[in-house]
């Protein structure tokens, strides 16, 4: 491994220093099993009021590819799919978890990442409008994520455009959060915690990206709507013997706003480093408010800058133009900012 | 039921008469189950002979989707999809059948229904260049129709073209060949059965369109790319206790050359109707040399239309035009033909 | 094939006659697609008529595995299993196709091929007892068959037994009547196909075995219980395009007690052919009432036997003796018996 | 949550404090995803030494369900299933994920939590001697665990048999070792880490009971068995982007041969445990001599009990006893221990 700075991803560091404290503490107490403990309990309250949401049902989960294939389970019945936009991370990155649960991801075209409510609404008449309908897959649920997969967000009136159409259809809205924090705390949004507990169905709250070493915060705010989550969670490996281990970093994250100070912290640091890239003359490739930023670079600069620092190849723009990603996190540092500035 | 004249569909009728008349003289034999008697022996060897492929595997199934599940099945591993165009029956029609077995169908665009080499090259080259490939549903089989969707053929071109592709990447080639007799007696098509069991790894002879009460021949050229098939045929409800009644009727087919003949008929009719159709000034929405004909209807004329003679609604085409089809099939008749004229 | 007199099954045969002539009566008329034709419409009033549950929802399947499969995955949640006996059909020879759809066969010792109510009670009043229920497979419905694997027939009290636990765990009772006439037909029992509406959630009148071609009719007293049965159906395979070929044999089953009647004469040459081996002393292996008859001979007497009529091999009892099975059928004539007769 | 002395489970504490220092020394530092970074090499490789098999194929999970419901789908074809003792984990308290990926647990009976050699050779014998085979589930694997359910353990004498058995139908031996050091570091064992190297085909070396925060580590001495297994631990939920924290836990275990050290010491205390309940006249329930220590209690003495310290029930063993399990962990102390005695 070279020591260049590194860009690639948000994943790359393990957890705020708050949490790795707050476990050694815990380390050596006896837990009851599989999240039936009181940090659990009082991590899941936190969350309730960070989301003024009382009567929510908060499940924590491993990582991100677990979450949605438990949730996308546990919301859809035998004959129905998910409908996603055909760049959403589950039609693309999640190697078939969705399908080998016997759901088939229904693609529809996305708008810089997102579904747009026009879209939303024209399949779903269409598919009801349809008389063979009951020769096609049912649609049972609604993937977003917010942020999406290139950074952008919803306004919080697309969000509840988006809410209102599902509602129409009585099919669930799921919220994908894997980077929910970088996505509340941008600049110029709209959409707060609470706003999303009111709009989504299901959404969680990514931890794993965002402060925790492991961990994603699924809340419903109607309990309702799901059945038997904990042995669904179970038969896909997300129900930890261990279950404090996600509820203290959960606890810890929405203690004194944690979660929120330091995804805004990624978010200042991204914003200096698009000014970096923009200074220099690179060209944004998609317009991200959030910690994930990408240029569009000539292969030539690419492969220069590629010999200096590490960023992530995103996709190939035309045979002589790269789009690539650089990532900033909640530990990313001034120093680290700074050092990247002397590079490019 | 009205008593309007039909062209809804390909499958409203039973058996050809020789069919019939071949299950009544085989009805009080006692057969031995499961496929495992003479009469199915016989039939595979006709098959075989009439593909010039002697050490094919032949398999009876019942019908189109569970021939598609169960082959697909069959062919693919648990980290694999199956790559279609999105048009195809497979992505549209198959009410998730394929992803109910945990296989993600890969939607690749197509053009006048079918794949094109240069997508499918792109395709698959681009799934292989991207480092993330571990991430996603690695394509394990192609899956195209002759006739496709909208009726329209592959050339033996086009189909080497595929096949290379197929072999370059090491994964099958299965062609759904529900409506394949017409197909192969269309006018102007230069691919033949023998062709077909050259190009493709996998395909089947569509029975229930084509002349049988019900039954499908699935054809393998080379038996080694698959494993357990009867089990897994079991396991999706096509293993018959009665497995000689598939094979009778496959047995008659393909005696005296009744599948090809009877599909000539259709298609002799079909181009008949579309001469009355285009006489009369309609608008043909898709060039099908097959028995599926389609037709662009403005609204006014299509209820007209719809008050004489059924067929069947394809999709809208604007807010005033309407894609319709007429299908022909083995049992059409010349009285029927002109029963249409009469009402045009 | 040998030209022996052949007991192996009841599945040997075609249909009866009078179904094949309905079939070519039907035959070159052009009927809609998918079971929504009116024999199908007149086949089912006939059978709630002849179940006496005139709000039954009735659908018609291919055959016996398809059935199993299809019905329990509509019975069942991701989290459910079925309970069977250790020796039932879906647990012992399905090859695994209630699995493959993600359900466990949660297997309890039987009796006579039976589930006993004690058993029943007792292993559901545990399974809600262990506090660890979360992390096991939650029972959602129950199996049985009636006749059993091994040609047993339930008590009347014993089928109420268990509808009550059933019902007191509002879990769905499931009959598997692949052989149903041979079973209502058989002397001595106290169970009528009025008893089995009111006593099962779900049941299925077998026609492969009785009569018909192919064909299975499952009847769903209380159609609230299940939900998108069609879309289920086509998943599995089920729905035929020409689904009134399964209307039709059914229309005439239940038309002058077709259905009854055969069944009945299977049962009197199931007698007569008991009475024949223990006339000779050979020993009844289990106490059938139904077509299928059971007999332990020692390895030498099955040996000969072997020499000069087709049967089935069931088990081996000991080192020295086997279980066969000889089945009438709906086919069976006297002059067959009376061969056998001559032969034993 | 009383203050009870708990002997409930072994994963109520978190990790040995060794791990927790490793994991805060790499915390901030930047790490490549999804495990393929320095840590997890050189963990694998310590675990190839420790194994004395230079070539295995060595990968992290999170946690048990996970890792059974993974290797099982990644050894298993679609029309095959496990075979377990009956009593085994997967059949009972998996909850059905083997099943959920379409796998049959063909459950043979076992003694004192084992299957025996004898068992097993006769099952595969009469799966491949009956004729129907092909309607049936085949084995595709074998299950057994290591120390079992009940805390017993085979002898290499046995897990010889075993294997040479799976040789002989070509089927792959699974052990399943999530308390893997607790019986290898049993008294009277002659099962050590590199037995089960040679003995067995694919097994885990649990770490969430054995001193890991999470992870278990599962090796294939013949990486040939497994094909695509990154993509279906990801299936599963088990590919975790921070993949360097199962690493470094690991890595930290195989130095200094921490693992085994912890091992033992829950054994040293276990073995006191069942010496203070025997001395008070106490009854062993199952012969174990690993970290976990069952006792057949009248359910007065289990009353009494039960007021003062927390241990698991088992099972009623009659209406007047009941089965106890009381577990040491790696984490378990000497004043625990007196603090235990002070109470019975």
Known sequence: MNDFPRFNSDYMEGAHPRILARIAAENLKKHPGYGEDDICAAAKQKIRTACACPNARVEFLVGGTQTNSTVLDALLRSWQGVVAAASGHINCYECGTIEARGHKV?????????????????????????????????????????????GTLYTKSELSSLHEICRQYRIPLYVDGARLGYGLMADGTDVTLTDLAKLADVFYIGGTKVGALIGEAVVFPNPEIIDHFVTIKKQHGGLLAKGW???????????????????????????????????????????????????????????RLAEKVDFAFWENADADHTVVRFCTSWATTDEQIEELEALL
């Open 106 to 150: 229904i693609a529809v075209p996305g708008q810089n990442g997102k579904i747009t409510p026009a879209t939303l609404s024209d399949y779903l008449a269409g598919f009801w409008a349809d008389e063979d309908h009951d020769h096609m897959v049912e649609p049972g649920a609604v993937y977003i994520s917010h942020p999406t997969e290139i």
């Open 245 to 303: 281990l996600l509820g203290v970093q959960f606890d810890e994250l929405f203690t004194d706003e944690l979660y929120f100070k330091i995804s805004r912290s990624a978010i200042e640091k991204a914003m200096r480093l698009r000014e970096l890239f923009t200074a220099k003359g690179y060209k944004v490739a998609y317009p991200s408010p959030t910690n994930q930023q990408f240029f569009l670079l000539d292969n030539e600069t690419k492969r």
